[in-house]
């Protein structure tokens, strides 16, 4: 009768010692289930600010940079520049006449014009002179608008990283640039026209439209031809993105300052404090403009 009652002690006694070490093991895994895990040194991890700063460079690309509001007028600066040296000569080779096309050599003028003999001569003359007359206009045009295309192309290729790491003297040149290519390109684009409009006002334009109306070609006039009128129009188009850029620039030059004076201020709060509060990260996005 004592055999049974001993069992059974014996067998609680071995459930009593085996059943404390199963609830120890297997609490944790059921408190982690329901919640993150806990990590007790918490002084080993960096800081949140330096892990959202250093998420914030890792994002950060050249392209972004480039492409921010104040990069892209500057791109399409770059290339309204390059349509308007485009135009120009275009111009000169258009309204050049036979003497541009004398000089293929694959270029027949007795079979492509219908002059003969004394007036020939008189257009070739005549076309030179008119050539003379306007290689001012197309020397100043090409060397104008590829001398600020590239300017304009350096300083997209210098602002390859955010504002708040490019020198506030690159941005006072790129704000003074734009400036004045706002003010220039319209100056430049009024006396273009007017030089333009005084050559063809001249004698030898009227007597040279008059021999090429004579013979059928009523398109070597002495109006502003659409080539010198793209260049005029492509020439107001980059004046107001010049325009656009400055505003863009002063808008990025105050955000840096705001920038500046706020990381200054949070220094001298962490000496005085003696750097053991964490103040929240700076945010640069007024200065990604």
């Not at 001993?6 to 895994?29: K, L, M, V």
């Not at 003969?116 to 104008?144: H, K, N, W």
């Amino acid at each position: 009768m004592s055999q049974p009652p001993r069992s059974n002690r014996g067998r609680r006694e071995r459930n009593g010692e085996q059943r404390p070490p199963r609830d120890d093991r297997w609490s944790s895994p059921d408190s982690s289930s329901s919640r993150p895990p806990y990590y007790p040194r918490e002084a080993d991890r960096p800081p949140r600010h330096q892990r959202d700063m250093r998420q914030e460079e890792h994002h950060d690309s050249r392209c972004t940079n480039i492409c921010s509001r104040r990069g892209i007028v500057l791109i399409c600066s770059v290339l309204t520049n390059a349509l308007v040296l485009i135009c120009v000569v275009a111009a000169q080779v258009v309204m050049s006449g036979m003497s541009a096309m004398g000089g293929m050599s694959s270029f027949d003028i007795n079979t492509n014009f219908n002059l003969q003999g004394t007036e020939l001569q008189q257009v070739r003359e005549l076309d030179m002179q008119y050539s003379q007359m306007r290689s001012p206009g197309i020397y100043c045009g090409v060397a104008f608008s590829l001398t600020f295309g590239v300017v304009s192309l350096l300083f997209v290729v210098a602002g390859n990283k955010p504002a708040y790491r490019m020198s506030q003297k690159l941005l006072v040149g790129a704000l003074a640039f734009q400036a004045v290519g706002a003010v220039v390109y319209v100056v430049a684009v009024g006396l273009y026209l007017h030089f333009v409009i005084k050559v063809n006002s001249t004698d030898v334009c009227k007597r040279r439209e008059i021999l090429y109306r004579r013979n059928g070609y009523t398109w070597m006039n002495c109006d502003v031809s659409g080539a010198d009128a793209a260049v005029a129009l492509f020439g107001l188009i980059t004046a107001i993105l010049y325009a656009a850029g400055t505003g863009l620039t002063v808008q990025t030059i105050r955000g840096l300052k705001r920038y500046l004076e706020e990381k200054r201020r949070r220094d001298a709060e962490k000496r005085q404090s003696g750097g053991t509060n964490q103040s929240a990260p700076l945010r640069a996005e007024t200065t990604s403009v």
